[in-house]
T-cell receptor
Framework: KNQVEQSPQSLIILEGKNCTLQ??????????LRWYKQDTGRGPVSLTI?????NTKSNGRYTATLDADTKQSSLHITASQLSDSASYIC????????FGAGTRLTVKP | NAGVMQNPRHLVRRRGQEARLRCSPM?????VYWYRQLPEEGLKFMVY????????ESGMPKERFSAEFPKEGPSILRIQQVVRGDSAAYFC????????????FGQGTRLTVV
């Protein structure tokens, strides 16, 4: 069973709309949680990284939240743009990194 | 400071040949991770190495796959006697310490087995 579960698997939204992606994990112990953006055919690029003591972290239009008690994280994207179309991957780290399968986001004009 | 460099970007091999994928970590990074991504799927961990040591190879297939990270030079992921099912994108990431810090990814090597 994958220790990092993401939902939804895919999502289509209109340009300018907001969206929220979910990540639930069972990895223990846990040091940090990261969200990566992966454009098609490219390597993942880090958006945010949070330690277990942080509740929220922003990077421009991207805001990640973390609830270490319920082991849930979300990535909120505000005022989406066409360039936001990508896969968003939740990664939970301690001695190594455990990847979620990702959410495939498509932003349509 | 160049990012994580992987080469080649694209590699085509016939069934039964060997594939060698190279990863040069960022300067100052001594930890390297290899991941495989099948089409339309997420990244799957393969192996975690430090200089001259394999720390965790729990994601590596038991046969035909091997990895090394020598004292000098890039990390190498080697696939012997490739089969069509090995066709995938292989990504390398590096970090300066264990998984509690930022890890940076290369652009990947796309292996196609024909």
């Amino acid at each position: 069973k994958n220790q990092v579960e993401q939902s939804p698997q895919s999502l289509i939204i209109l340009e300018g709309k907001n969206c929220t992606l979910q990540c639930n994990y069972t990895v223990s112990p846990f040091s940090n949680l990261r969200w990566y953006k992966q454009d098609t055919g490219r390597g993942p690029v880090s958006l945010t990284i949070m330690t277990f003591s942080e509740n929220t972290k922003s990077n421009g239009r991207y805001t990640a939240t973390l609830d270490a008690d319920t082991k849930q994280s979300s990535l909120h994207i505000t005022a989406s743009q066409l360039s936001d179309s990508a896969s968003y991957i939740c990664v939970v780290g301690h001695n190594d990194m455990r990847f979620g399968a990702g959410t495939r986001l498509t932003v349509k004009p | 400071n160049a990012g994580v460099m992987q080469n080649p970007r694209h590699l085509v091999r016939r069934r039964g040949q060997e594939a060698r994928l190279r990863c040069s970590p960022m300067k100052g990074h001594s930890h390297v991770y290899w991941y495989r991504q099948l089409p339309e799927e997420g990244l799957k961990f393969m192996v975690y190495l430090q200089k001259e040591n394999i720390i965790d190879e729990s994601g590596m297939p038991k046969e035909r796959f091997s990895a090394e990270f020598p004292k000098e030079g890039p990390s190498i992921l080697r696939i012997q006697q490739v089969v069509r099912g090995d066709s995938a994108a292989y990504f390398c990431a590096s970090s300066p310490t264990q998984g509690d810090t930022e890890a940076f990814f290369g652009q990947g090597t796309r292996l196609t087995v024909v």
